[in-house]
C-alpha cells in the first residue's frame, strides 16, 4: 500500500490522464489480461514503482489515447507497494460498482476501494 497517495489529495481533483492501455487492449505482459476499461497514467506523479501514477477511467465506451478524469477514488492494494487512482469522465460510480469494472486486474490483488475522506 502506498501510504504517500493521500485520498484528500486526490478526491474530487481533474486529472489530465494519458491511456497507455486503451478499452479492449491486452496487458503487455500477461495477454490473459484484457482491459476491460481504459488505464493509463497521470503525467507529472510519482509512484512508489518510479513510474507515474496509474489511473483507471471509467464511464467510457470508447477506447482513449487522453482524457481529463474526475479522481473519484483509490484502489488501495496490500499486497502491492503502489495503489491506483480512479477516474472518472461520466455516470455515478459506488464501491460495488468500482469493483466491478477493475476486477478483470484487481481480482490477482488484495485490494479495496477508498472513496470518502475521514
Not at 478526491?11 to 491511456?19: A, C, T
Not at 495503489?83 to 460495488?96: F, P, Q
Request: aromatic share 8%; with cysteine.
Amino acid at each position: 500500500m502506498d501510504a504517500s497517495l493521500v485520498l484528500r489529495d486526490w478526491l474530487g481533483r481533474e486529472v489530465d490522464v494519458v491511456i497507455d492501455r486503451p478499452l479492449g487492449s491486452t496487458h503487455p505482459r500477461e495477454p490473459d489480461i484484457r482491459y476491460t476499461v481504459n488505464y493509463g497514467f497521470v503525467p507529472g506523479t510519482v509512484a512508489p514503482d518510479g513510474h507515474e501514477v496509474d489511473i483507471y477511467v471509467l464511464g467510457s465506451d470508447e477506447p482513449l489515447e487522453r482524457c481529463r478524469a474526475r479522481v473519484i477514488a483509490i484502489i488501495r492494494r496490500r499486497d502491492d507497494v503502489e495503489d491506483k487512482l480512479v477516474g472518472s469522465v461520466g455516470g455515478r460510480w459506488d464501491r460495488e460498482g468500482i469493483l466491478k469494472e477493475t476486477a478483470f486486474q484487481e481480482q490477482y490483488f488484495d485490494s479495496w476501494v477508498e472513496m470518502e475522506v475521514e
